[in-house]
């Protein structure tokens, strides 16, 4: 079996993928057809973890795909909806390939930038897998949807066809998400909730962005500015999402795009410069004015508005005089991204691969269950089932499964601490100070409440999850 090959960025490999990775070692060990399969699950479990972006039509989805990559890939145009699922990989040249609902491949030619010349219809694609060279996406790849509504039924089932495991499809087709990020531009419809609740992720791997920020509330000429506006409301909103993800971020994402895809010019400073005299109501009636009248061309009003909103517009001009490099540094900052970012590659990411690590071990009990091998197989199986580096993974696998069959069993909130914690102090929420003697104790104490309720279950899954939870707690118990 090759080497693994680490994705740079990824900082150093975690307990889980050492552990998976010397499993797969054992199985290619077995040889024959088995190097191919170790060789082939090795792969994904060294690729980045996929992250897929959902949520209702035109909420800035594509945008904030451009802004993460830093590349104008995904189409963003206001006529132009996104139609297929695109997975974006880093890889180099940049091309793509559209994959068919039958598993099969066909390069597409880049220059159309659709799949509408493909001869085949939407219906038939199961995804386009977009290849950019980009070091973004060197820690993490990105998945664009179409977006949800309730008139476009379709899309949602586009959606939802690439994404749910098994769905009218074969596996060849899946893209397989390990983690979502969810936009929506005020409080989630219901409908979309049902959706994400449907994708089977967790709330430690699912991240709510309250996207255009920048035209939140009453917008850049209401009495508050939006941004703050916007960051209020998702405090407001974390709590009463905390159901469904795990936190909720604001973004701008078109100030983000415009700031890191190098559209926005020294030329377009200037005339940002040249409209700095002009007061912000002045600034809209501009395209109504006499052309002659214009401190800038028209057109370069609007070329404006399209790169940096109204928001920016109003509030840019403070930077214009710094050129490009300062106006584009200003739109990064206010826009948001930085946070978003941090909580994508930290958080987001390790619960990611918590959710990747699980799917693993179902491939592995898939072959232990139907290969001629299969006695050496189960053995290497259980032995990293049962390896205690193995415990958050088994942990998420319970906390997914009982969300699927009792979002409101107790056990959900326990699981979630648990897992949350990175510290034995934090997993069980006591005193981060406390000594490996109360640790022990305390550990001891859940045991015994883990017991107690193993008594009266109400379903399988918590069965398993208060299995998860003697196992995590034992662990602990032991001082890991
Ligand atoms: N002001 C502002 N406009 C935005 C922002 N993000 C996106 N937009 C605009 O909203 C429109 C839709 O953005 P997209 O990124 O295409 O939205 P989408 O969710 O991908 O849309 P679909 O693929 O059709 O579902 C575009 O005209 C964007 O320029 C933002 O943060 N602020
Ligand atoms: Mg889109």
């Known amino acids: 079996m090759s080497a693994p090959h ?4 990824a900082g150093a490999p975690d307990p889980v993928h050492l552990r998976i990775d010397a499993a797969l070692h054992q199985l290619a060990d077995l040889g024959g057809d088995l190097v191919g399969h170790a060789n082939r699950i090795g792969a994904i ?3 980045p973890p ?20 830093g590349a104008p890939v995904a189409e963003t145009a ?18 793509a390939d559209v994959v068919l609902t039958d598993g099969t491949r066909r390069p597409v030619p880049l220059a159309l930038g659709t799949t509408a010349s493909l ?22 790849t990105l998945i664009d949807t179409p977006g949800l509504a309730t008139l476009t039924a379709a899309n949602a089932a586009t959606t939802e066809r690439a994404l749910i495991d098994g769905f009218e499809q074969t596996r060849a087709a899946s893209v397989d998400a390990d983690a979502a990020v969810f936009l929506f531009d005020s409080m989630p419809r219901t409908d979309e909730v049902e959706f994400l609740q449907r994708l089977g992720f967790t709330p430690l791997n699912t991240l709510g962005v309250l996207s255009r920020a920048d035209s939140f509330g009453r917008g850049v000429l209401g009495g508050r500015d939006p941004l703050t506006h916007a960051a209020d409301h998702a405090t407001v909103l974390a709590p009463r999402l905390s159901g469904h993800v795990g936190a909720v971020v604001p973004v701008a994402g078109l100030l983000a795009q415009t700031a890191h895809t190098g559209v926005f010019t ?15 109501l002045e600034l809209f009636d501009l395209f109504d004015a006499d052309p002659a009248a214009l401190p800038v061309p028209r057109e370069q009003v609007w070329r404006l508005l399209e790169l940096i909103g109204e928001y920016g517009l109003v509030h840019a ?7 490009a490099h300062q106006v584009n540094h200003w739109l990064s900052e206010v826009s948001g991204i930085h ?6 590659e930290q958080s987001l990411r390790r619960f990611a691969v918590l959710q990747r690590a699980g799917r693993i071990l179902t491939e592995l009990d898939a072959l232990a269950y139907s290969h001629p091998a299969r006695d050496h197989i189960r053995q290497i199986v259980s032995a990293v089932r049962t390896d205690p580096a193995l415990m958050p993974v088994e942990l998420m696998r319970a906390l997914r499964s009982l969300l699927q069959a009792d979002p409101i069993a107790p056990a959900v909130q326990e699981l979630t601490q648990v897992l949350r914690g990175t510290t034995a102090a934090e997993s069980l929420s006591i005193d981060p100070a406390a000594s490996p003697k109360q640790i022990h104790a305390v550990a001891q104490e859940r045991l015994v409440a883990v017991q107690v309720q193993s008594l009266s279950t109400r379903s399988a899954a918590e069965d398993t999850a208060l299995a998860a939870l003697t196992h995590a707690y034992t662990i602990i118990a032991r001082g890991r």
């Not at 680490?6 to 960025?9: A, S």
């Open 6 to 9: 680490i994705p740079p960025g």
């Open 45 to 47: 479990l060294w690729s």
């Open 50 to 69: 996929r992250i897929v972006v959902v949520g209702r039509l035109k909420a800035g989805k594509s945008t904030l795909v451009n802004a993460l990559i």
């Open 78 to 95: 206001a006529l132009e909806a996104t139609t297929v699922v695109t997975v974006y990989e880093n890889g180099a040249p940049s091309r």
């Open 119 to 140: 001869d085949v219809p939407d219906t038939a694609v199961a995804y386009v897998h977009r290849f950019v060279p980009s070091h973004a996406l060197s820690a993490i």
């Open 266 to 280: 020294d030329a377009d400073a200037r005339a940002l410069a040249a409209l700095a005299p002009v007061t912000p």
């Open 317 to 323: 001009r403070a930077h214009a005089a710094g050129g």
């Open 339 to 344: 946070p978003l970012r941090a909580v994508l």
